[in-house]
């Protein structure tokens, strides 16, 4: 159930130049989430923000009530946000929108690329509960981009891919080998990151016929599926990404 | 004890506070958040004779103190509201009260007499402000003479309670209420969202894919609120006012104004108990100031 909830800033942590994590607590206990699902959080005293902002679970722990999220200073919403302190409250509505849909059967692959690293760390650590057997994927302009590197080394077999080849494979994420050798058989794909990637991951993933899905990212007013203003074409019609995503199978998107 | 029971016509509201169109939903995407049955109404999500996809992506702009939209109307058109949404909130207990868009009078006078015959549709709200539509919208709004004829036609079409939401988009605000009013509506919503823009430096190119949208929220309540007052100097029939309301301060304005109601809407997307919350609020401000019936702040400006 969606809830309204001010939480407790535990900790901020710098990740890189322009990322940072925000660590919560609620004194209540904070509802049940899954890998996927978002949150909104206002952005108080800033004129200039209006409304508030969605970000993926980055991480959720009901054993000490916490939750995270992965924010990248892109605008004048995560800078503010950025500029929080430990010990302030934040407003948040969580948890919204529809998560991945887990399963355990046959081998996964998550991909992240950029801040779409943001939802695959609690989506790896929930598979990694489960027992399923899944890789790991994540993609970056260069290796400063390759966010949570170490956490994400410890769930699973880790990959990686820069642009700069910095880090890893160079190129993209479908440049990698485990995308490319046809005797590694993932049955599902996961993936968080850039259109642009979600794209290739998607045609990647048609061609092979393997299941495929993606948690896209849209500008948003409502964030509970009221306004209409996030959508995205699907064969359905346009669907709000924050209330029918923000995780899409593939073969329900237009692309 | 205050009393908050207000009236339009035949619609008996227990507050004064509704949810615009189109910032509401259907009512129970709020459910989770509040007992919506709370409300003195609810205004639905625009509803059209056929299915409309709405406007592509981009169709959001934050603006200083507001946000401009242009979504276009998308909804899956009248048999599908009376086929399944219906039956989704016709056991909410409050006022539900049904907002009719359409590109041509027909079209409207067909979605009008199509949720007349629903029983639980408190009243109906006739849009015709909407500025993200090609066709129809605003036009008929910024009109006087498409204003009246469209009005007296869906007036002949349904006996429930007509709300005509009007558009702020016109020079002279009172002659269009005054012509609505003689076209036989029963009561006035003012206002829609002002014709806007935004435009991406970077890009150099317009935010939104319509290029231009409507603006709501906060950066347009003291417009509004002028639109009321003198909207209010010019009918008899009551006035349902919105535009920006955020607080009880500005609930009370308005009804200061001369606005028997006032619809949130934006403020629902910022804190989805607004509405709620403002119920509270009223009686505790009505309480704080000795006022023991909202009458009494209506059109009540010294």
Same mark, same amino acid.
């Given at each position: ?6 939480? =407790? ?12 994590? +925000? ?40 054993? =000490? ?11 004048? *919403?995560? @800078? ?16 919204? *929108? ?40 994540? &993609? ?6 390759? +966010? ?6 410890? +769930?699973?077999?880790?990959?990686? =891919? /820069?642009?700069? &080849?910095?880090? *890893? /494979?160079?190129?993209?994420? =479908?440049?990698?080998? @485990? ?11 996961? @993936? ?32 509970? *599926? ?5 959508? /995205?074409? /699907? ?21 | ?83 399944? $949404?219906?039956?989704? $909130? ?22 009008? %007499? ?34 009246? %004829? ?31 009013? #003689? ?20 890009? %150099?190119?317009?935010?939104? #894919? ?26 008899? $029939? ?59 702040? $209506?059109?009540?400006?010294?």
């Amino acid at each position: 159930m969606k809830s309204i909830r001010k939480l =407790t800033i535990a900790d901020k942590i710098n990740v890189e130049d322009n990322y940072f994590i +925000l660590k919560c607590f609620s004194a209540e206990a904070l509802p049940e989430m899954f890998p996927g699902q978002f949150a909104s959080i206002k952005v108080e005293n800033n004129p200039n923000v209006f409304l508030r902002r969605p970000f993926s679970i980055h991480d959720y722990c009901p054993e =000490t009530n916490e939750v995270s999220f992965l924010i990248k200073i892109v605008g004048k *919403g995560t @800078c503010s946000l950025s500029k929080l302190s430990v010990n302030q409250q934040i407003d948040v509505i969580l948890p919204l *929108g529809n998560g991945f849909n887990l399963n355990k059967s046959g081998k996964a692959l998550i991909i992240g690329g950029g801040c779409g690293i943001a939802p695959i760390f609690f989506l790896a650590k929930k598979l990694k509960s489960m027992n399923a057997d899944f890789d790991i994927l994540i &993609g970056g302009r260069s290796c400063h981009d390759l +966010l949570c590197y170490k956490e994400l080394s410890g +769930l699973s077999h880790l990959y990686c =891919t /820069t642009e700069d &080849g910095s880090e *890893g /494979t160079k190129g993209y994420v =479908t440049n990698h080998n @485990c995308l490319i050798d046809n005797n590694i058989d993932y049955k599902r794909i996961y @993936c968080c990151g850039p259109e642009n990637m979600l794209k290739a991951v998607a045609k990647h993933a048609k061609e092979r016929d393997i299941f495929c899905e993606v948690s896209l990212e849209n500008h948003m007013a409502c964030g509970i *599926g009221v306004c209409l203003c996030c959508v /995205t074409e /699907t064969i359905h019609g346009n669907e709000c990404v924050c209330s029918q995503g923000p995780v899409f199978n593939i073969k329900d998107l237009k692309w | 004890m205050v009393n908050i029971g207000v009236n339009i016509k035949d619609l008996k509201l227990k507050n004064p506070i509704l949810t615009a169109s189109g910032t509401f939903g259907y009512g129970y995407e709020y459910s989770d958040f509040f007992d919506i049955s709370q409300l003195g109404g609810i205004i639905v999500k625009a509803t059209t004779a056929e299915p409309r996809e709405g406007n592509p992506y981009p169709r959001i702009a934050e603006t200083p103190m507001g946000m401009i939209n242009a979504v276009g109307l998308q909804n899956k058109g009248i048999n599908y509201f009376v086929s399944d $949404i219906y039956n989704k $909130i016709k056991n909410i207990d409050t006022n539900i009260i049904a907002n009719v868009s359409g590109s041509t009078v027909e079209a409207c006078v067909e979605v009008a %007499r199509r949720m007349n015959e629903l029983d639980k549709i408190a009243a109906i709200e006739l849009n015709i402000s909407c500025p993200n539509v090609k066709e129809g919208g605003m036009a008929f709004g910024t009109s006087v003479r498409e204003a009246y %004829r469209i009005t007296a036609s869906v007036r002949n079409a349904c006996n429930k309670t007509l709300l005509v939401k009007l558009s702020p988009n016109v020079t002279d605000i009172a002659e269009i209420a005054m012509a609505v009013e #003689s076209a036989g509506a029963d009561a006035i919503s003012l206002v829609n969202t002002f014709l806007a823009m935004a435009i991406d430096v970077e890009k %150099r190119k317009p935010v939104l #894919s319509t290029v231009t949208g409507g603006l709501s929220g906060p950066a347009i309540k003291p417009i509004a609120l002028r639109m009321v007052w003198q909207v209010y100097k010019a009918v008899r $029939i009551p006035i349902v006012g919105l535009g920006g309301i955020m607080s009880v301060t500005d609930v009370v304005e308005f009804l200061l104004a001369g606005a028997t109601a006032v619809q949130i809407g934006t403020a629902n997307f910022i804190n989805p108990k607004i509405s709620f919350q403002l119920i509270q609020e009223l009686q505790e401000f009505m309480d704080a100031h000795g006022v023991k019936d909202v009458h009494e702040l $209506i059109g009540g400006l010294r």
